[in-house]
């Protein structure tokens, strides 16, 4: 009788998939935390990194010199304003937007909840390089060139000037030189520090005898996507590449057209491996920064936001 009953009943249906949404509280927290990370600490390590990548001679200590004799203390800060915070600002929002879509049409062709967050983070790190990545790079560039034609004692032109001179000359791809080498970086970036993250969470979890959806700690937390953000470092000379191709360093060995792959053989012939990984010490301490920011810092913010908005934070930080 029971069994005829079961049978006349319908059958369960599977759980209806659902875009995630995209809230206005999650765009205003990643915005925050991401200007918070840049202004501290973060863009002192990025003008670091990039300037240990273009001058692949120097060590840290030459190259922390280098950077103190163009401007003091004001030299680690080479490009933060406004550029560093467009970029800050709008990135995570690309990110978000990009990444929801693309993950949300990876899972209803069949791919599993591990597969899509992954190519949703692929497709959102190569839609942020051609989105703000490369025009902000860009910009920091003629941020650079301005301060060196004024230390020659010539009278710089406008941020504005010189940036319209490059787009008159060399039109969209010169003002987004390098943007090939930005979105092999941010894919594989994201596509590697996702993945690298869950294994060390799995990792701790298996330590400390965690269940499965069981909460980490704060110390935890910041442990597993310090890992993963350090470790996705290996792409390095994806960095130094895109350092290289937009520097404006004379050298007639240089290809007259550079793309990623002359350029990463004028890299090797001239400084060999170790110089595809300049920078990459600092570039670790760049993804420590960043993570201890959104997991310290993202609880208190989060709190703020939802009070500032009036709903709930649904983002992960």
């Known amino acids: 009788m029971s069994a005829a009953i079961a049978s006349s009943l319908p059958a369960s249906e599977p759980p209806k998939l659902e875009k995630k949404p995209i809230k206005f509280s999650n765009l205003l927290l990643g915005a925050g935390l991401n ?8 863009q002192p390590l990025e003008v670091i990194k ?5 001058n692949r001679g ?3 200590g030459a190259a922390l010199g280098r950077i103190w004799n163009r401007g003091g203390v004001f030299g680690f800060y080479q490009g933060l304003i406004p550029w560093a915070w467009i970029e800050a600002s709008t990135k995570g929002a690309v990110l978000l937007f990009v990444a929801s879509e693309a993950e949300y049409y990876a899972r209803a062709a069949g791919a599993g909840e591990f597969g899509g967050g992954i190519f949703g983070g692929v497709t959102g790190g190569v839609a942020q390089a051609y989105a703000t990545m490369g025009f902000c790079t860009c910009m920091k560039t003629v941020e650079i060139t301005k301060h060196k034609m004024a230390s020659t004692g010539q009278k710089a032109p406008g941020t504005w000037a010189t940036f319209m001179d490059i787009y008159r000359r060399e039109g969209i791809r010169g003002i ?3 943007v090939n080498a930005v979105a092999i970086r941010q894919m594989t970036n994201w596509g ?6 869950r294994l060390a969470e799995q990792g701790i979890r298996d330590f400390t005898g965690k269940k ?9 937390k910041i442990t597993a996507s310090a890992l993963g953000g350090g470790l996705s470092a290996w792409n390095q000379p994806i960095e130094v590449i895109r350092v290289e191709m937009q520097s404006k360093k004379e050298d007639p060995n240089r290809p007259k057209k550079m793309t990623v792959g002359n350029t990463f053989k004028y890299i090797y012939e001239t400084n060999g491996l170790k110089g595809l990984y300049r920078g990459v010490t600092p570039r670790i301490g760049l993804g420590v920064w960043q993570t201890v920011c959104m997991v310290a810092m993202g609880d208190m913010a989060k709190t703020y936001v ?6 709930a934070v649904t983002a992960k930080h």
């Open 35 to 42: 200007l918070f990370e840049v202004t501290s600490l973060g």
């Open 50 to 54: 990039t300037t240990m990548a273009a």
């Open 58 to 60: 120097d060590g840290f």
């Open 176 to 178: 987004n030189k390098g």
């Open 192 to 197: 590697s520090r996702f993945g690298l993250s």
């Open 212 to 220: 499965e959806g069981e909460k980490l700690s704060a110390v935890e």
């Open 306 to 311: 939802e009070k500032l908005t009036g709903e």
